[in-house]
């Protein structure tokens, strides 16, 4: 049961996609957002079709959206990220020390990390939510997180689907 127990709980901390640098910089990103009050989740599935790397709600309700980029040719690559605004009240890039910073737009907040921690250097503009959007995505995070935290306690319920 403890073996079964800490495969699941490394299924769902560690995402098979990522690079161990952008999950260092996930980490640093969550200690900083739970720091700041926040809950998190990670690779949130969007009502676009979009997974969003970190969503962090606010004590206040602000959802922030912040999109992990590990290397200039990760951001290169990735064309989908202004789609994220349709999500959040705000927008930040993080990554960690190796890459450039002047790559990120001046028109979404940056975040500096390790695996230990982040800072915000460059705050987001704030683009507030419609409220119905706001309701169907705050109810994406709340389902999203009570289901991984109710596999984690009952790890049969995964292979009855809905997951």
């Not at 940056?110 to 987001?124: C, E, K, P, T, Y």
């Not at 309701?135 to 935290?149: C, E, P, Q, S, Y």
């Amino acid at each position: 049961m403890a073996d079964q127990s800490a495969r699941l709980i490394e299924a769902l901390v560690v995402d098979g996609r990522q690079s161990e640098r952008a999950r260092l910089v996930q980490r640093g990103v969550g200690r900083m957002m739970i720091g700041l009050g926040f809950s998190i989740v990670t690779e949130l599935p969007l009502a676009s079709g979009r997974r969003a790397d970190v969503v962090g709600l606010a004590p206040n309700g602000d959802l922030w959206i912040v999109e992990i980029k590990s290397s200039v040719e990760d951001f290169r690559a990735d064309r989908k990220w202004p789609d994220y605004r349709r999500h959040c009240d705000r927008l930040f890039f993080a990554t960690h020390e190796a890459v450039p910073l002047d790559i990120f737009p001046e028109d979404a907040g940056l975040i500096l990390a390790d695996g230990f921690g982040a800072a915000v250097l460059r705050d987001a503009p704030e683009h507030r939510l419609a409220p119905a959007t706001r309701k169907a995505t705050l109810l994406r995070f709340a389902h999203v997180a009570a289901r991984r935290f109710h596999t984690l306690l009952d790890p049969g319920v995964q292979e009855m689907g809905g997951f």
